[in-house]
């Protein structure tokens, strides 16, 4: 046996041991050179799955590691964290908060404590605190907890809009984490890996099930947002939901989708239609085959058409 596949094996092996210990990830992809995934299934979160139904991931330099949102709760935090030590012994320097969802940062004390330096947009941290409570609440009754879901402590560093900052994790691999606005929620930000020409979107792209627009979020900045994504020269996104794929895949399942609201909306606000006339007569059957269609295609109608009135004042 070769040294090369010495070393396989002996991962594979590692691998396999946490696969029949750990309870909520799969074991993480590896979609680029230098940048791996775990992704997750669509359906709502819940104790069955322990929260994990969204992508998450990790960027392995040559003197560092970087992890792109640090899940629902200190336990998954503690799956991801072992599944990185299984692949390399590189310390994890950088934690980045790509939004101020829970799944997105409930876990950030677990990797602070491994010496990593947090990373999040100003108004993601303003939500983060504000919001605390809330959040620690929603995680504890979900996951049926006995105690309340610990509350992480504040990011390290803070990303402003219209800023971006460097990230060297040694070995020629860097990161370019840049504010992407308001989106799905206020304050997202993406994470473009050198020279993998990979881009960690968060949940700005989505497919394989409905996105979800939120009461923090913004239909009409969201699709300038994924415009803005067209300029990059990226060959692989990771979204927020769904497979890493070229971003052509997202088209139809994000900006097609966010665009054909707004239209209809800002047309539904303008003519005066109420907002139940207004969300029965949106056509959505181009969509119907997205997972959780049911459970969201009203709801995001219904935000979509409050968030065009609230601006028509």
Same mark, same amino acid.
């Not at 046996?1 to 696969?19: D, E, K, Q, R, V």
């Not at 995680?139 to 309340?148: A, C, I, K, Q």
């Given at each position: ?199 960690? =979107?968060?949940?700005?792209?989505? !497919? #394989? /099930?409905?996105? +979800? ?6 239909? $009409? *900045? ?68 997205? =997972?959780?269609?049911?459970?969201? !295609? #009203? /709801?995001?109608? +219904? ?6 009135? $609230? *601006?028509?004042?």
């Amino acid at each position: 046996m070769t040294p090369n596949s010495h070393w396989h094996y002996l991962l594979g092996c590692m691998l396999g041991l946490i696969a029949m210990t750990a309870h909520a990830l799969p074991l993480p992809e590896q979609v680029s050179t230098h940048a791996w995934a775990w992704v997750g299934p669509y359906e709502a979160p819940s104790k069955a799955n322990e929260g994990f139904r969204m992508n998450l991931g990790f960027i392995i330099g040559g003197e560092g590691v970087a992890v792109v949102d640090s899940g629902y709760s200190p336990a998954m935090a503690n799956e991801m964290l072992q599944q990185i030590h299984a692949i390399t012994t590189l310390p994890i320097r950088y934690v980045i908060n790509t939004n101020s969802q829970p799944h997105r940062f409930m876990g950030n004390d677990v990797f602070r404590q491994e010496g990593a330096s947090i990373i999040a947009a100003t108004e993601a941290a303003e939500r983060m605190h504000n919001e605390a409570a809330e959040f620690s609440a929603t995680v504890t009754r979900v996951l049926e907890l006995p105690e309340p879901v610990a509350i992480p402590a504040a990011p390290d560093r803070l990303i402003g809009a219209g800023d971006s900052v460097s990230l060297d994790l040694g070995g020629g691999v860097s990161l370019g984490v840049e504010h992407y606005g308001r989106t799905h929620t206020r304050g997202s930000l993406i994470v473009r890996v050198t020279p993998d020409d990979t881009v960690y =979107a968060g949940d700005i792209l989505c !497919s #394989g /099930r409905l996105l +979800s627009i939120l009461p923090d979020g913004n239909v $009409a *900045e969201w699709i300038s947002s994924a415009e803005r994504l067209r300029t990059l020269k990226a060959k692989l996104f990771v979204p927020g939901h769904g497979k890493p794929r070229p971003l052509a895949d997202f088209e139809q399942p994000t900006y097609t989708y966010l665009n054909a609201l707004l239209t209809h909306m800002n047309n539904a606000v303008d003519n005066g239609t109420d907002i139940t006339e207004a969300i029965n007569s949106f056509y959505a059957d181009a969509w119907k085959q997205l =997972a959780m269609f049911e459970e969201l !295609s #009203g /709801r995001n109608a +219904s935000l979509t058409y409050l968030e065009r009135e $609230a *601006e028509g004042f």
